[in-house]
């Protein structure tokens, strides 16, 4: 399964990122996250044993959402990411050896960039998708500008003070997609909590969509 494919098949363009996810609380968050209908979840690797909780969510979802690690600086990350069944690597900056590795092992990536250089410094190196970060300090129509110079077939992602609240600017804006962090899930939250707020956020981008349902 990949990226395109969850797209493809109607699954919500919205990452869930679980930033200090623990192993322990992986398989019951990944649950409610799932059963809300999201199907791409990122545990941040500045998270407590994140390759662990990566593994562990792999095994029991691996087979409806594509699952996968942030904020991966160096190769050896990328590496141990894909070591522990990781299919998504997202970063929060634009590291061309990382992302040439990333593209080496298989893995699906989302590489994050700030100004338009940075941006094709990613794409030469091999990223079909990019994140822009911090997405909220810099607006839709920052969005609108970049997207103007990219090549067509690159999806851009926004990332950064997202949420539900604003899924449907992004959109309109361009953007293929957007990833969730704060407004979705902080440590601490339990399952049913990050379960609700998924919901919220599926709720939104049907309503952007026009889906009312």
């Not at 309109?172 to 902080?186: D, F, N, Q, T």
């Amino acid at each position: 399964m990949t990226l395109d494919d969850l797209l493809a098949d109607g699954a919500p363009p919205i990452v869930a990122i679980l930033r200090g996810l623990t192993p322990q609380e992986a398989p019951a968050v990944g649950a409610a996250l799932i059963d809300a209908g999201l199907r791409i979840i990122e545990v941040p690797l500045n998270s407590p044993s994140p390759l662990d909780s990566i593994a562990a969510l792999q095994r029991q979802f691996g087979e409806e959402a594509l699952i996968g690690g942030g904020t991966v600086l160096s190769v050896e990350a990328a590496e141990g990411l894909h070591g522990a069944g990781g299919r998504i690597m997202v970063t929060p900056n634009t590291d061309p050896a990382v992302i040439a590795r990333g593209a080496a092992l298989g893995l699906e990536l989302m590489p994050g960039f700030m100004t338009p250089s940075e941006a094709f410094a990613a794409v030469r190196a091999g990223a079909r998708r990019i994140k822009l970060f911090p997405a909220a300090r810099l607006g839709a129509s920052y969005v609108k500008a970049v997207k103007e110079v990219l090549p067509r077939d690159i999806g851009l992602w926004a990332v950064g003070g997202t949420g539900a609240y604003s899924i449907g600017e992004w959109l309109s804006a361009g953007c293929e997609g957007i990833g969730v962090g704060g407004a979705l899930y902080r440590p601490g939250d339990s399952a049913a909590q990050a379960g609700e707020k998924a919901r919220e956020l599926v709720a939104a981008w049907k309503a952007a969509k026009g889906e009312f349902r």
